[in-house]
């Protein structure tokens, strides 16, 4: 099961404040034990809101906001990709998570969230439609052996 760890924003992250070097190293450990136990395929910290833009679509319209984006509570901070057996092992990791007294400053929040496999589509995943998203993982994974 893959499943997104998503860390929400909160004020201090917002602002730009950055974690202490104790935090950083200590999350710098907790994702080489997600690596060594083969879980995390992927994860980030985002900056700030306001470097950031947001494209509206309505239609054939397109429009550019740029940050700010208020509702920080709703806001991400950063993510991993993970492999696990189920949301109970997700969960788990999580517990984990190194905390000096928090994974990010001030009260905070880790929201997961299960990823779409293509078996998930039923009827609409047909050999047609299928080809173009295999493809896509053929030009990722030569990218991966290319790096």
Known sequence: MRVMVIVKATADSE????????????MGRFNEELAKAGIMRDGAGLKPSKLGKRIGFDGASRIVMDGP??????????????????????VAWVKRCPSCPNPMPGPSEIEIRPLYEMEDFGDAATEQSLAPHERAREILAGRDGAQ
């Open 15 to 26: 602002a730009g404040l950055m974690p202490s070097p104790d935090l950083l190293e200590a």
């Open 69 to 90: 984006f208020a509702e920080t509570k709703e806001l991400i901070a950063g993510y991993w990709l993970w492999e696990v057996k189920d949301m109970e092992e997700a």
